[in-house]
T-cell receptor, first 114, second 113 residues
Framework: ETGVTQTPRHLVMGMTNKKSLKCEQH?????MYWYKQSAKKPLELMFV???????ENNSVPSRFSPECPNSSHLFLHLHTLQPEDSALYLC?????????????FGPGTRLTVL | GQQVMQIPQYQHVQEGEDFTTYCNSS?????IQWYKQRPGGHPVFLIQ?????EVKKQKRLTFQFGEAKKNSSLHITATQTTDVGTYFC?????????????FGKGTLLTVNP
């Protein structure tokens, strides 16, 4: 148990659906991240939030919309996705400060877009 | 942009054999981290290297950071079936964002008992 939970664990959606992924961290961290993990590709950083403020948007298409209401919760709102968006979406958190700290990952949401 | 290359992509060994994965960055890194992802699991942090030429050991695992801070390696001595998984290196670009961790593609290790 890493202290980072994600729901749902599996999601199947059509291209016209709207859904949301949820992440919650119980570690007292202040930075939270969304990553996309596709087969045969490196982990791709999508968004970073530090103290609820978005600090990185790694050129992610607007059909992915993040939301960070507080330092413990992170959402990824999905709409009009494409089949190539099917992947494992991982949330992570870290204690951000002066030094570089390890990231703690959640179990991920396996997304399939039909 | 920064790229982190990792080789080999796959490695299959007999239990008891050694294993090494190599990581090379196109840019100088502030530090490098290693993660392990078991099949069906999520990445789990193993270690962080910060200093040029640094070597760290965790039981049968030895991690090295190159003198130029552009490459790194992970060596496992006498592999066991519990070592199965994908090993990722990830680095922060020197002088870049200290949020943006760039991952290599990983090396998938399988161990034949």
């Amino acid at each position: 148990e890493t202290g980072v939970t994600q729901t749902p664990r599996h999601l199947v959606m059509g291209m016209t659906n709207k859904k949301s992924l949820k992440c919650e961290q119980h570690l007292g961290h202040n930075a939270m991240y969304w990553y996309k993990q596709s087969a045969k590709k490196p982990l791709e950083l999508m968004f970073v939030y530090n103290f609820k403020e978005q600090t990185e948007n790694n050129s992610v298409p607007s059909r992915f919309s993040p939301e960070c209401p507080n330092s413990s919760h992170l959402f990824l709102h999905l709409h009009t996705l494409q089949p190539e968006d099917s992947a494992l979406y991982l949330c992570a958190s870290s204690r951000h400060g002066d030094s570089y700290n390890e990231q703690f990952f959640g179990p991920g949401t396996r997304l399939t877009v039909l | 942009g920064q790229q982190v290359m990792q080789i080999p992509q796959y490695q299959h060994v007999q239990e008891g054999e050694d294993f090494t994965t190599y990581c090379n960055s196109s840019t100088t890194l502030s530090n490098i981290q290693w993660y392990k992802q078991r099949p069906g699991g999520h990445p789990v942090f193993l270690i962080q290297l910060v200093k040029s030429g640094e070597v760290k050991k965790q039981k049968r695992l030895t991690f090295q950071f190159g003198e130029a801070k552009k490459n790194s390696s992970l060596h496992i001595t006498a592999t066991q079936t519990t070592d199965v998984g994908t090993y990722f290196c990830a680095g922060f670009n020197s002088g870049g964002s200290n949020y943006k961790l760039t991952f290599g593609k990983g090396t998938l290790l399988t161990v034949n008992p």
